[in-house]
């Protein structure tokens, strides 16, 4: 089956694992149909959890389940997920190491009608300060089936950053996904661009865009935390300058995890993210993309600009 | 029910034992929770020498009740019923937060046999004592979960998100006992916080309530007993205590929350409890 929204992907999936693998359960906040959990609801009701408007409740109930061995997926939009249940997470769930999955979904702008209260700009910088989280944030909907594959067969906290909007799929269908392995999706010799979540598809856009121009080499990184420091190092070797995309605060998000490995390599690097500002509403997706500077021309103004450095 | 007069001294023996122990730990010239660890002692010992099936050769035993600190500031308390259960040394009690040790000041889930998980962050226990009685019942388990909380702790909300999802999800496997000494860290609850009546709050949110004094061990034993026969509902005992109980200088007094012994209140607290 193929998806093209990264929702459907989640909610599929855990109904397809959930079918052999007892052991998964699904707790939603009354967002279930809209985090796709509505799916595994309908497929095995005893398994769901529907925990009311209570996120913080949600998610130590999950830390307990999880502690009799099941594999709780806690489902809410990002920025509930990670904000309103941050300290459940960090308390409970992370110091322990348990083996709790928690879903944000609608991440980033993609919940353009709502606006700032509705827009996670922050939630990978929360969730990767956080020791011993996993941060998962898979580029389309092919790769989203994966990472939830991944995500059961690793043990241990993990966040998942989805998209809540329809996107055409930039990764191969059924490629397994191995958590910390950036790939590279588009070979370029000049600028190197990091991206992640529904950002790596624009990225290709613009450096196809620039071909002839300028060359440039699109890397999807699709796990935020663990971050491969000898994969990011090699994969910009030979590169004069970085960019980095996503669709997230330039503060503690993907640019600043790629820095922090590349400080020392001393090469110059522009970040193409929200410029630390909360967001709005819009009447559509592309508009509220446009106001905060994550479009295709986005990407390629800031490719160009580094190529002259 | 009835209980022997044997069973009720061995387990306020046990008590002071375990009042002892937190002392030992604490030590001299260190803050340690002395208060909330006693006003909880006699309801701790209930569960551990008396309710709980539990094996200390097998923390995770399948078949087993659960015990969740909440008001985990007190680990204190609940090291020494693991201890004196034999989890592990009673000799290792007075290492208890020196650096790197498995004895944290707050229960550590990967550090310490015996703990179900990471507690201290109040209000949370209940939550987590939830999603185990929730897993439990998937698994046809039919052993209880039992979450001590403050009444300090009360004014958490997230302890009333527990309370309203307990009641919605029937869960009578989970049993919530609040420690209700009366003090929070800066002063009266009365004063300070008034999360009060406790009572009617936990009444209207769906629970079986049950009241005792929480330092009469028969009355613990029967509450603990009547929550075993309550069906499509949690139960909630309200545990009237004191603050410090059992060490005469600290009865009481909001300064023994976290507070700090001398050689001589030391000493003192020991005789008192030998």
Redesign the interface.
Known sequence: MTYTNQRMAYGNTLVELGKNDQRI?VLDADLGGSTMGKLFEEAYP??H?E??I?E??M????????????I?FTNSFAVFAAGRAY??I???IA????NVKICGSSSGMSDFGDGATHQAVEDIAIMRAIPNMTVICPADANETVQAVKAMVDMSGPCYIRLNRNDYENVTAQDKPFDIGIPSVLKEGRDIAVFATGIMVGKAIEAAKELEGKISVKVINVSTIKPMNKEAVISLVKGCKAIVTVEEHSIVGGLGSAISEVLCKECKPIEYVGVNDVFGSSAHNYDDVLNYYGLTKEHIMEAIEKMALK | MEYSKELIDDLDKKAKKLRKDVVISIGVGVAGHIGGSNSSADIVTALYFYKMKHDPKNPKMTDRDRFLLSKGHVAILQYAALAESGYFSVDDLKKTKEIGFYLQGHP???KTPGI??????LG?GL??????????K??HIVRK?YVLIGDGESAE??IW??A??AS??KSDNLVAIVDNNGLQANGKIIDRYNSYPLIPKWESFGWNVIEIDGHNMEEILSALDEADTVKGKPTVIIAHTVKGKGVSFAENVVGFHNGMLTKESYAQALAELS
């Open positions: 359960v005893e398994r959890f925990m009311g209570a913080a409740n998610t130590s109930v999950a830390a307990g389940l999880a502690q009799t061995g099941r709780p300290d459940q960090r308390q409970t110091t322990g190491k348990l | 550590d889930v990967l179900e998980a990471g507690t201290g962050s949370q939550s987590i004592g939830l999603g185990m009685a929730l897993g439990m998937l698994d979960v909300g997230q998100e527990a309203m999802a919605s999800f």
